[in-house]
């Protein structure tokens, strides 16, 4: 009688663990599954460089706005210049920003600046009366950059014969790209130069 107990338990035993053997087995395969169908995180755009850019042509319709944005991959600033078409410029990286006219400088936070030239004054050609409110020497009106990667300053130079000038102070001297859209630059530095989120 006590041969049959031991016989059955140790029986119940090595089915429980066969049991638990082939659970485990089962539920490798489908953690593996859920891994490998993870989708894979998005590069982001390389190939930008650091050397200055240039485009063509001027306008004597005036800057009305400059605004900032962020993004996955880097930040961004706008000129907007409504009813130009569009509007050349001139970005680069400076060693210390400078006023046009007076020469005076014009300090700007970061670890690198960005001098950014657009041929569009930033007041109305007849009268002389101001279209984008900014004060030369001073933060851009309304732009805010808390929380941004690479944007850490953007100073009003001032509008000096038909050209605006602002500087851009960024984290480091990062890649960047300029577009030339319809009415606007468009200025979008890197957060870093792998392409790496």
Do not use: K
């Given at each position: 009688?006590?041969?049959?107990?031991?016989?059955?338990t140790?029986?119940?035993?090595?089915?429980?663990?066969?049991?638990?053997?082939?659970?485990?087995?089962?539920?490798?395969?489908?953690?593996?599954?859920?891994?490998?169908?993870?989708?894979?995180?998005?590069?982001?755009?390389?190939?930008?460089g650091?050397?200055?850019?240039?485009?063509?042509?001027?306008?004597?319709?005036p800057?009305?706005?400059?605004?900032?944005?962020?993004?996955?991959?880097?930040?961004?600033?706008?000129?907007?210049?409504?009813?130009?078409?569009?509007?050349?410029y001139?970005?680069?990286?400076?060693?210390?920003?400078?006023?046009?006219?007076?020469g005076?400088?014009?300090?700007?936070?970061?670890?690198?600046?960005?001098?950014?030239?657009?041929?569009a004054?930033?007041?109305?050609?007849?009268?002389?009366?101001?279209?984008?409110?900014?004060?030369?020497?001073?933060?851009?009106?309304?732009?805010?950059?808390?929380?941004?990667?690479?944007?850490?300053?953007a100073?009003?130079?001032?509008?000096?014969?038909?050209?605006?000038?602002?500087?851009?102070?960024?984290?480091a001297?990062?890649?960047?790209?300029?577009?030339?859209?319809?009415?606007?630059?468009?200025?979008?530095?890197?957060?870093?130069?792998?392409?790496?989120?």
């Amino acid at each position: 009688m006590l041969r049959t107990a031991t016989t059955r338990t140790a029986t119940v035993c090595a089915t429980l663990a066969l049991i638990g053997t082939a659970l485990g087995t089962a539920a490798v395969p489908a953690a593996a599954a859920t891994r490998t169908a993870a989708p894979a995180a998005t590069a982001c755009p390389t190939g930008w460089g650091s050397l200055p850019e240039t485009g063509t042509p001027a306008t004597a319709t005036p800057v009305r706005d400059i605004r900032t944005g962020r993004h996955d991959c880097y930040d961004r600033m706008v000129v907007d210049v409504p009813g130009a078409g569009n509007v050349g410029y001139s970005v680069r990286y400076v060693d210390r920003l400078h006023q046009d006219g007076s020469g005076r400088p014009v300090p700007v936070a970061g670890g690198a600046v960005l001098e950014i030239r657009v041929t569009a004054p930033a007041y109305d050609p007849e009268t002389g009366r101001a279209t984008y409110p900014a004060r030369a020497g001073h933060a851009l009106p309304g732009v805010d950059l808390t929380g941004y990667r690479t944007f850490r300053a953007a100073r009003f130079a001032g509008s000096f014969e038909g050209d605006t000038q602002v500087g851009l102070g960024v984290r480091a001297r990062l890649p960047f790209r300029v577009l030339q859209l319809q009415d606007r630059v468009v200025i979008d530095v890197a957060h870093n130069w792998t392409g790496a989120r």
